[in-house]
């Protein structure tokens, strides 16, 4: 109401207002005579003078005319048409035009204060007839009067947002804004009010802030009924009074989960049924419970709070699906005990005492059923540890195995062993009560654990069950070794040694090992000859010292000595022997480092010993006896030629002296050929050359038949091979050897064939080789003799 009140006086100054006076000093309004009714009483006229400095236009303009704005009037205008009235500024001309002549100012289309809420314009009163100016130019403005022509508008169409469940009346969800393009500043046609069109009963809003808050309490606030909410919000101008524009958007509100709903199970009682030998760890079943909560409130953990089986049975979450495995903890048996009570417990892993209590939980029972299967025998113990002494006679036996049937039935079992832990078979085991005993003799310097398996398994069974045993069998030492010297020790006595003086100290070795570790006595040899010389003398700490007992030792007199050492452990039965020590005696400077040794001494010292000198010698003797065979078979006629001349092959003499490669040598000639001339293939080609076009078809091959006789004369069968390679237009030129690879009876160069053969060349004289010396002898033997065993 107040609205209108001002738009109609705003009306009621417009039409009291009749022009602007521009001149140079202030803007005045001319007002008019006013004539009263009395007669003839003239009323003085008076002026009144403004700042008048705008004009009010009103948006939206629908009339099809101008729309009329105000006039301008100058005190320079006399109404004798002299003046003109001129127009500048924004939009004169196009938005705002004026009547030159009475100043009228009128707009020319439709203005929207949205766009642009005001204009500023200037006018200047001008000689009509030489368009110098009157007056200065005066500015003025028009401002536009706004209307309600824009309709809110909210930031966003659609706004998201949550609150959690079991929330009370009046909590925060979230705020809407909303703009309306109107002026703040004139009227309520920018004042918005907002209120709720879609949501009721569960949300509200401000009216004047646009905050949406809960309006139901926490009993009907519950995610699990309803989890999504879709609110309509509006937004109306003139501070929501009737006519206003209105705009709306959509709220999505969601409730979000609180831990307010304890877990329950499924079922109040689960069965299982599970084989006795199933493995510890192995899983025994799934339980299930659920819970209406989401996410991290509906986190559950299971226990066993009660039964029978609480050290038998485990129970775990699995997290990705929040069920209960129960698993087994310890093994079963059938046998025993044939079933299991279980009481399991479930309760939230994160429990909100706002909305849940402590004792918020649920029980289940489980019932476990143990299946009986047929198992395999088990052992007394988890493993055998037996000890036997390495001199234990074959057929002794060690120790035992025990196992027994865990089934019901009692089946008596049988006992062997796994032969790849015992390839050797050195052990035995006794089928029918489990004693091991030996095969074979041990010895513990070589093995002193030996490893088996021993299997059991039920002489009656129904199915192939067994169990394997790791038997561990340690070999005890027996004192069976002598101790030996550590090393072979070869030492040098000085010639000017002094009587006492050390020259060596040795040690010894034993293979046994005896409990109190080893004890060496060291002593000379009752039958050594040079206990005059030296002294063994025993440290006590299993090494011994070698002493000269005179002094002075003559090099050229005796240049060796070997001193024989008694060596014993002390163990029962005491086991000895005897070492040498060779000891050379040498020339030494005052310091007593040696000098000169005889020649044995020097080549021990220099580092090659007499069976690296006799290597040595054979290996030159080997490669000397390889240079002589290659020499010998270099000093063998060399290969004549086939073809002696070539000049005129007519006049060639051919040779058949070469010697073939005997029986075995099946690539150099075919002759079976010549000795069953029948069998040969009529339209066999030479292979030595390629037959060549001939302008003449060749005839057809002449064959004739020779009798086989063995070793006969070949040579009708020659001339007969000529006459048709004479007659063949594609036999070779005339100047090709034709050569044959056998031939017959009364051929000065004899058979081809190594088996007739006495020698493939003349004869050699190879007595040479007895005058080279004993050591080739052996050859001479072989090739000098007149008739050898290996050449027969």
Not at 23 to 40: C, N
Not at 357 to 376: F, G, L, Q, T
Not at 493 to 520: L, M, W, Y
Not at 610 to 624: D, E, H, R, W
Request: glycine share 8%.
């Amino acid at each position: 109401m107040r609205t209108w009140i001002i738009l109609l006086l705003w009306a009621c100054a417009h039409q009291s207002v009749n022009a602007v006076n521009l001149s140079r000093g202030p803007v005045r309004r001319k007002t008019k005579e006013i004539e009263g009714r009395q007669d003839k009483d003239l009323l003085r006229r008076s002026k009144r003078g403004w700042m008048w400095r705008q004009f009010f236009l009103q948006e939206e303009y629908t009339g099809t005319e101008h729309q009329y704005i105000g006039k301008l009037h100058s005190d320079m205008d006399r109404g004798d048409g002299t003046v003109m009235y001129v127009l500048a500024g924004e939009g004169a001309g196009t938005i705002f035009v004026i009547d030159s002549n009475s100043g009228d100012l009128h707009a020319t289309r439709s203005l929207d204060r949205e766009e642009k809420p005001f204009y500023t314009l200037r006018a200047q009163v001008v000689n009509k007839k030489n368009g110098l100016p009157l007056e200065p130019e005066t500015e003025f403005t028009v401002k536009l009067h706004d209307i309600n022509d824009n309709e809110p508008k909210f930031d966003k169409e659609v706004y998201t947002a949550s609150v959690p469940e079991r929330s009370h009346i009046g909590t925060y969800v979230t705020q809407v804004t909303a703009h309306d393009a109107d002026d703040e500043m004139f009227g309520y046609s920018a004042k918005l009010a907002y209120s709720i069109s879609q949501g009721h009963p569960y949300f509200s809003v401000e009216p004047n802030t646009g905050i949406i808050r809960t309006a139901l309490g926490p009993s009907d606030m519950d995610r699990e009924q309803r989890e999504h909410y879709q609110v309509v919000i509006e937004a109306k101008d003139m501070a929501g009074q009737r006519g206003g524009l209105t705009g709306t958007t959509t709220v999505n509100i969601s409730l979000t989960d609180v831990n307010d709903n304890p877990p329950r199970f499924t079922q109040s009682i689960y069965q299982f049924s599970v084989p006795e030998i199933t493995k510890v760890g192995s899983l025994v079943g799934r339980i299930r419970a659920v819970d209406a909560d989401v996410g991290r409130n509906a986190e559950m953990d299971y226990t066993v709070v009660n039964g029978d089986g609480l050290d038998v049975f485990d129970i775990s979450t699995d997290r990705n699906t929040q069920e209960g495995i129960l698993s087994l903890k310890k093994p079963l048996d059938y046998e025993k005990k044939k079933s299991y009570m279980l009481q399991i417990q479930v309760q939230n892993t994160h429990p909100d005492t706002q909305f849940l209590s402590m004792d918020a939980k649920d029980i289940a029972n489980i019932r476990v059923s143990v299946e009986d299967v047929d198992e395999p025998p088990q052992f007394e113990k988890i493993n055998y540890i037996l000890e036997v002494k390495e001199d234990a006679a074959v057929g002794t036996v060690i120790g035992s195995v025990s196992a027994v049937d865990p089934d019901i039935l009692r089946s008596p079992v049988k006992y062997s062993i796994d032969r790849h832990t015992d390839v050797d078979r050195i052990f035995g085991v006794y089928a029918g009560n489990g004693s091991i005993f030996l095969q074979r003799p041990l010895d513990r310097e070589e093995f002193a654990w030996h490893n088996i398996s021993v299997i059991a398994t039920e002489f009656i069974s129904s199915c192939d069950s067994s169990n394997v045993m790791p038997v561990y069998i340690r070999v005890l030492d027996v004192n069976d070794n002598p101790p030996m010297l550590a090393s072979f020790y070869e030492t040098f006595v000085c010639e000017n040694a002094k009587a006492g003086q050390k020259i060596q100290t040795i040690s010894a070795v034993d293979p046994d090992d005896p409990v109190g570790g080893h004890r060496f006595l060291f002593s000379l040899a009752p039958e050594s000859s040079v206990r005059a010389n030296f002294s063994v003398r025993d440290n006590g700490d299993n090494t011994a010292g070698i002493f000269t007992r005179r002094t002075g030792f003559g090099r050229m007199h005796k240049s060796t000595h070997l001193v024989a050492v008694v060596i014993s452990d002390g163990h029962i039965p005491m086991q000895s022997s005897t070492g040498t020590l060779t000891i050379r005696v040498c020339t030494c400077d005052r310091d007593g480092n040696m000098e000169m040794c005889n020649a044995e001494a020097l080549s021990s010292t220099t580092g090659l010993s007499t069976g690296a000198l006799v290597a040595i010698l054979l290996c030159i003797l080997i490669l000397l006896l390889i240079v002589v065979l290659f020499a010998a078979l270099k000093r063998q006629k060399k290969k004549e030629p086939l073809i002696i001349s070539k000049e005129d092959v007519r006049d060639n003499v051919v040779s058949y002296n070469d010697e073939g490669g005997g029986e075995e040598d099946t690539q150099a000639f075919d002759i079976g050929a010549l000795r069953h001339p029948e069998v040969m293939e009529e339209s066999k080609l030479r292979r030595d050359i390629l037959p060549p076009e001939s302008l003449y078809p060749p005839p057809p091959l002449r064959r004739t038949m020779v009798p086989s006789r063995g070793n006969a004369d070949v040579r009708d069968f020659i001339n007969q091979r000529v006459q048709e390679n004479d007659g063949n237009p594609t036999a070779p030129p005339y100047d090709s050897l034709a050569t044959y690879a056998y031939e017959g009876n009364g051929s000065v160069a004899e058979s081809l064939s190594s088996l007739g053969s006495v020698s493939s060349e003349g004869e050699q004289d190879y007595n040479y080789l007895s005058e080279w010396g004993p050591r080739f002898r052996k050859l001479a033997d072989m090739y000098g003799g007149e008739d050898s065993d290996w050449d027969s």
